[in-house]
């Protein structure tokens, strides 16, 4: 069983970056893809960036494409998300999950573990 557990949010303005952190326990983590997902109040929970295993594949949703970039450190088993220029629009809160399934990049439904969220709430 994995357990993951997210923090750096914050509450920052508009253009400001913050740097979230997750790290993971209880199982190997460079066994897992990982991915950062968020869900803004009466939205969905959609996906944001995703990183293989070994931190060679990554991706992006248009929505944060050039902003917001995802890091791995397989040695301290956490995987990280900067994110650069701020907008309202990013408030939400955000989950890490990890994965088993190769190739599952955005697919929600192939996450097997979830963090518990950290909020990030952007003021304009």
């Known amino acids: 069983q994995v357990q993951l557990v997210e923090s750096g949010g914050g509450l920052v303005q508009t253009g400001a970056s913050l740097r979230l952190s997750c790290t993971a326990s209880g199982g190997t983590f460079s066994n897992y893809g990982m991915g950062w997902f968020r869900q803004a109040p009466g939205k969905e929970r959609e996906p944001v960036a995703t990183?293989?295993?070994?931190?060679?594949?990554?991706y992006w949703t248009d929505s944060v494409k050039g902003r917001f970039t995802i890091s791995r450190d397989n040695a301290k088993n956490t995987v990280y998300l900067q994110m650069n220029s701020l907008e309202p629009e990013d408030t939400a809160v955000y989950y890490c999950?990890?994965?088993?399934?190769?190739?599952?990049?955005?697919?929600?439904?192939?996450?097997?573990?979830w963090g518990q969220g950290t909020q990030v709430t952007v003021s304009s």
């Open positions: 999950a990890a994965t088993s399934t190769y190739g599952a990049v955005f697919d929600i439904g192939l996450y097997n573990y």
């Open positions: 990183i293989s295993r070994g931190g060679g594949r990554t």
